[in-house]
């Protein structure tokens, strides 16, 4: 069984390890993280520190995932006591007077955590939870008033988190008047003889807590209404499958299975008659049963909804029976809560072509990628012309270049996409590699300049 504690710039990488040896260290968490870890039940995940702002947190789903799959999950300190709050009712596990803070309603606002980091993960503002607990130690110790330690607290809150320090908070107090410029010296001078940590002491205690198992606090999982586990209700959403299928056991030099299956969906002639039998196979009766049941009759769809499906030669030449196949499987599209949609390797099963080359592909993709970013910041994939990528998926897919939207939306809509916007947009990530195989050889491709300047 494992142990994965992320944390930074809280604890240092050396106390966890004189804390709790057999750690995994990892970065703050961010969005993602919990799928790529190789998780197994009975593993236990700790989160002190969280990315958030400039990057995508860490889910709630994500967690649910993980608890799910009966892995521990410890919260305390900072991004962590704000998730071991919200979702302690599922079974995650908070620790620390910043959790019991959240989970009572003392502290409510997520930025009571927030910090500024440089690029190195160095602290560059205090968090004013922190500040809060350093003021009320002094007002403790006899030092300030409470009516002062409050009047500083609330003009440390009203500060932007990034701007949050003792220095910003003087300033402040100078301003403010009342006495506030005195009290805010005498806390400043407190705080340094007695120095104190909210946010590290929390991490200590849940460190030394997963250092002996028998001092995790009990999990108090709440039963729905009606009775049952959370397990049981529909928590899976399809952001729940993306994410998984985008990030599942995908660590560094791994290719994520979703861009796997999105190359086969772009570029695989092959892939639209698979996606064709998989949704059969689901739909798990007979078209003309389940047109019946769902009250599905072509006859009765008026113009604009025909013209939606089927393109004009479609409607007129294919027999009902094709009909109802087209639009129920271009209608069974991406919706990843439904379980046609693959989220992993094993749910595609026979949906992906496990031998047609894609993986070399999609490498190559993410590497002629990585070196145009490399070569300049502002060329990247977002920034790529839609138009250029609309006419080289119309090539690929052998359609004519002036053919008509509902033509480009059932070709799209027969791979699986939304739409054939949906599939410009994801053909964004396969584009340069695709563009330049036939142009430039392999090694030159690998440069940031050839591939630069074709963007």
């Given at each position: 069984?494992?142990?994965?504690?992320?944390?930074?710039?809280?604890?240092?990488?050396?106390?966890?390890?004189?804390?709790?040896?057999?750690?995994?260290?990892?970065?703050?968490?961010?969005?993602?993280?919990?799928?790529?870890?190789?998780?197994?039940?009975?593993?236990?995940?700790?989160?002190?520190?969280?990315?958030?702002?400039?990057?995508?947190?860490?889910?709630?789903?994500?967690?649910?995932?993980?608890?799910?799959?009966?892995?521990?999950?410890?919260?305390?300190?900072?991004?962590?006591?704000?998730?071991?709050?919200?979702?302690?009712?599922?079974?995650?596990?908070?620790?620390?007077?910043?959790?019991?803070?959240?989970?009572?309603?003392?502290?409510?606002?997520?930025?009571?955590?927030?910090?500024?980091?440089?690029?190195?993960?160095?602290?560059?503002?205090?968090?004013?939870?922190?500040?809060?607990?350093?003021?009320?130690?002094?007002?403790?110790a006899?030092?300030?008033?409470?009516?002062?330690?409050?009047?500083?607290?609330?003009?440390?809150?009203?500060?932007?988190?990034?701007?949050?320090?003792?220095?910003?908070?003087?300033h402040?107090?100078?301003?403010?008047?009342?006495?506030?410029?005195?009290?805010?010296?005498?806390?400043?001078?407190?705080?340094?003889?007695?120095?104190?940590?909210?946010?590290?002491?929390?991490?200590?205690?849940?460190?030394?807590?997963?250092?002996?198992?028998?001092?995790?606090?009990?999990?108090?999982?709440?039963?729905?209404?009606?009775?049952?586990?959370?397990?049981?209700?529909?928590?899976?959403?399809?952001?729940?499958?993306?994410?998984?299928?985008a990030?599942?056991?995908?660590?560094?030099?791994?290719?994520?299975?979703l861009?796997?299956?999105?190359?086969?969906?772009?570029?695989?002639?092959?892939?639209?008659?698979?996606?064709?039998?998989?949704?059969l196979?689901?739909?798990?009766?007979?078209?003309?049963?389940?047109?019946?049941?769902?009250?599905?009759?072509?006859?009765?769809?008026?113009?604009?909804?025909?013209?939606?499906?089927?393109?004009?030669?479609e409607?007129?030449?294919?027999?009902?029976?094709?009909?109802?196949?087209?639009?129920?499987?271009?209608?069974?599209?991406?919706?990843?809560?439904?379980?046609?949609?693959p989220?992993?390797?094993?749910?595609?099963?026979?949906?992906?072509?496990?031998?047609?080359?894609?993986?070399?592909?999609v490498?190559?993709?993410?590497?002629?990628?990585?070196?145009?970013?490399?070569?300049?910041?502002?060329?990247?994939?977002?920034?790529?012309?839609?138009?250029?990528?609309?006419?080289?998926?119309?090539?690929?897919?052998?359609?004519?270049?002036?053919?008509?939207?509902?033509?480009?939306?059932?070709?799209?809509?027969?791979?699986?996409f939304?739409?054939?916007?949906?599939?410009?947009?994801?053909?964004?990530?396969?584009?340069?590699?695709?563009?330049?195989?036939?142009?430039?050889?392999?090694?030159?491709?690998?440069?940031?300049?050839?591939?630069?300047?074709?963007?």
């Amino acid at each position: 069984m494992s142990v994965h504690v992320f944390a930074g710039p809280t604890v240092t990488a050396a106390r966890i390890q004189q804390l709790l040896p057999a750690a995994a260290i990892h970065p703050p968490i961010q969005h993602g993280d919990l799928f790529r870890l190789p998780l197994h039940p009975g593993d236990t995940v700790l989160i002190l520190d969280g990315l958030w702002h400039h990057s995508a947190p860490v889910r709630h789903k994500e967690i649910l995932a993980a608890l799910d799959e009966n892995i521990t999950v410890v919260g305390a300190s900072s991004m962590g006591a704000l998730r071991a709050a919200e979702l302690h009712p599922y079974g995650m596990i908070g620790i620390g007077q910043i959790y019991r803070d959240y989970r009572s309603g003392i502290l409510d606002a997520d930025d009571e955590v927030a910090l500024a980091q440089g690029p190195d993960g160095q602290a560059l503002s205090e968090p004013l939870v922190n500040l809060r607990a350093q003021l009320h130690r002094a007002a403790d110790a006899g030092q300030i008033t409470r009516a002062h330690a409050q009047a500083l607290t609330a003009l440390a809150r009203a500060l932007p988190y990034p701007r949050r320090s003792w220095k910003a908070l003087g300033h402040a107090a100078a301003a403010a008047g009342a006495g506030l410029p005195e009290a805010h010296a005498r806390a400043d001078t407190h705080r340094r003889e007695h120095p104190w940590d909210q946010k590290l002491q929390d991490a200590q205690d849940a460190l030394a807590a997963l250092s002996d198992s028998t001092a995790l606090p009990e999990t108090a999982v709440q039963t729905p209404e009606g009775g049952g586990s959370w397990r049981t209700e529909l928590w899976r959403t399809s952001f729940v499958r993306h994410w998984s299928a985008a990030y599942r056991g995908c660590g560094p030099g791994c290719l994520p299975f979703l861009a796997l299956l999105q190359h086969q969906q772009l570029y695989d002639p092959a892939f639209a008659d698979r996606w064709r039998t998989r949704i059969l196979a689901h739909l798990g009766q007979p078209v003309e049963d389940l047109a019946l049941r769902i009250g599905l009759d072509p006859a009765n769809l008026d113009p604009g909804q025909l013209a939606h499906w089927l393109t004009p030669a479609e409607q007129h030449l294919l027999d009902r029976h094709e009909i109802l196949i087209r639009i129920l499987v271009r209608s069974a599209r991406l919706d990843g809560a439904w379980t046609a949609w693959p989220s992993s390797r094993k749910e595609a099963g026979p949906l992906l072509d496990h031998d047609s080359g894609t993986e070399a592909a999609v490498a190559d993709a993410l590497t002629v990628n990585a070196a145009v970013e490399a070569a300049d910041i502002r060329h990247t994939v977002d920034h790529l012309d839609p138009a250029r990528i609309a006419a080289h998926l119309l090539n690929t897919w052998q359609l004519p270049a002036d053919a008509k939207r509902v033509t480009r939306d059932a070709a799209a809509r027969d791979r699986a996409f939304r739409d054939f916007a949906a599939a410009v947009d994801t053909a964004r990530n396969f584009y340069l590699a695709a563009v330049t195989s036939s142009r430039a050889p392999a090694a030159e491709r690998s440069t940031g300049a050839s591939a630069s300047a074709r963007i």
